[in-house]
């Protein structure tokens, strides 16, 4: 028994027993790790993954974080916004393929033309699919009012990334302005939770300034938030940004997504039945990135389904597949490999978050 099989046959993982998992480079170590991870998923979610289109509605956004592409100081990038045919030409082909849920994610806008197209949306989306299809949005920070307009039109899902969980770390991310506050970020997830959404949160991996000591904090912190969906991933430097300029600061690729599957597997063993996402910048890093994602805890994979001409506006990182990877071959590639580690994709399902059910039905007690 080697120390990682010590700490895992333990029922509660401390600080260090999680800073020791993410530093080590046994491989037989690591192996543990992913197979606990992925035994629990099975256990506890079922050996499916389940599936959203990704419409990436927009890149018009307000806000100016270092990291992305699409930050409005970006002038490079012709920005675009799905008018309501062109989503729901994206929306149909989910709900014909069988996808179950799409995810609607934007830049972020808070003007009532945008937040009103959004409401449209969900109500036709949901008429269009005789109410079935489950509707995760992500577009971004919005007021308590907003979220609950959305939620009452049927939307009943949301992605709100916390980035990092430290408040250091997220103003080296971030402009030091109201519109870049950590706090508002937390109010916003909480707003989220109180409105009724499954909600969901996760951090980018292999940041610059961003120690293990970190990570740790951020797993420790979406268990204490009781999230019921998490997406993380790998950071991915984009020419256009300020944080380009710090790319020799992170970890190699190897590295990065060594830490995201990782955090995956950790956070699956912390938190057993939530809904985690295999993200999509894990395929920049290895072209098997996502299905390796499913061998370390994932149980959601997200297909895009976005119109290929505007696909191509709306980077956020550099090298995000687009072309090379629609829906249709991304999902085959996907369902081949997830075959192999003894796992189906849940088609026309809605495939909620198992903790969100799990969670209301303690509540009624
Ligand atoms: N505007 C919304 C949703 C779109 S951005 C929001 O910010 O919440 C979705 C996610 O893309 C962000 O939360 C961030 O985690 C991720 N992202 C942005 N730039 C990235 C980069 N360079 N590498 C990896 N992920 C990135
Ligand atoms: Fe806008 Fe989201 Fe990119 Fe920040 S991460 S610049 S809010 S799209």
Known sequence: MN????????????????IYLLLTTDEDERLSLFNK??????????????????IELSNICKKNCYYCGIRAGNKDTERYLLNSAHAMEAAEYAWKKGFGSVVIQ?????????????TDLITQIKTLS?????ITLSCGEQSEDVYREWFEAGAHRYLLRVETSSPELYRKLHPNDDLHDFERRIEALKSLQKVGFQTGTGVMIGLPYQSVEHLADDLIF????????????????????????????????TRRLDLSLKMIALLRIMMKDI???????????????????????????????????????????????????????????????????????????????KHYHNRIAKKGL
């Open 106 to 118: 934007s830049g972020e806008r808070q003007d009532k033309a945008f937040t009103r197209h959004i």
């Open 222 to 253: 979406m268990k204490n938030l009781n999230i019921d969906m998490a997406g993380m991933g790998p950071y991915v430097p984009h020419p256009d940004t300020p944080l380009f300029y710090h790319s020799e600061d992170i970890p190699e690729d």
């Open 130 to 134: 005789n109410q079935e299809l489950g």
């Open 275 to 353: 809904n985690i996402a295999a993200s999509t910048a894990l395929n920049t890093l290895d072209p098997n990135g996502r299905a390796k994602a499913v061998a370390a805890g994932a149980n959601v994979f997200m297909p895009n389904v976005t119109p290929p001409a505007q696909a191509s506006n709306y980077m956020l990182y550099e090298g995000k597949p687009i072309f090379t990877d629609t829906a249709e071959t991304a999902l085959v590639e996907f369902e081949e490999h997830i075959q192999d580690l003894g796992f189906t994709i849940n088609y026309n399902m809605l495939g909620d978050s």
């Open 37 to 54: 991870a992925k035994y629990t998923t099975q256990k506890y979610s079922g050996s499916k993954v389940n599936l959203r289109g990704l």
């Open 3 to 18: 120390i990682a099989d010590k700490i895992l046959a333990k029922d509660e993982l401390s600080r260090e027993d999680i």
